[in-house]
């Protein structure tokens, strides 16, 4: 489950990309990222189709800001939802992010 928690989350750091701009929807993608990362958090640890599934939708809700083109935004969601993570679960967070302590 490591695994592809991983890998479906690495997506979201190649989409993420660099720079300092805002978004227009920037609030907007931080609260989706959030709320992404609260329904994984609530999602049964050992229940790997129910996480497998909240990380598709966390994917998916990035997605909308990456069909946008909208990198910024994206980068966003990827911080809020990182951020999220690692205050509420670490374990959790060291699982899917194990290069990042």
Known sequence: MKHLLWIAMAGALLLAGCGEKKSPLDAEARDSGMRAAAALVAVDHTDTMSMER?????????????????????????????????????????SIFPDER
């Open 54 to 94: 909240a990380v598709m939708d966390a994917k998916a809700k990035q997605s909308v800001y990456a069909l946008k083109r909208d990198s910024a935004a994206v980068r966003a969601f990827d911080e809020a939802f990182r951020s999220y993570l690692k205050e509420k679960d670490k374990q959790l967070y060291q």
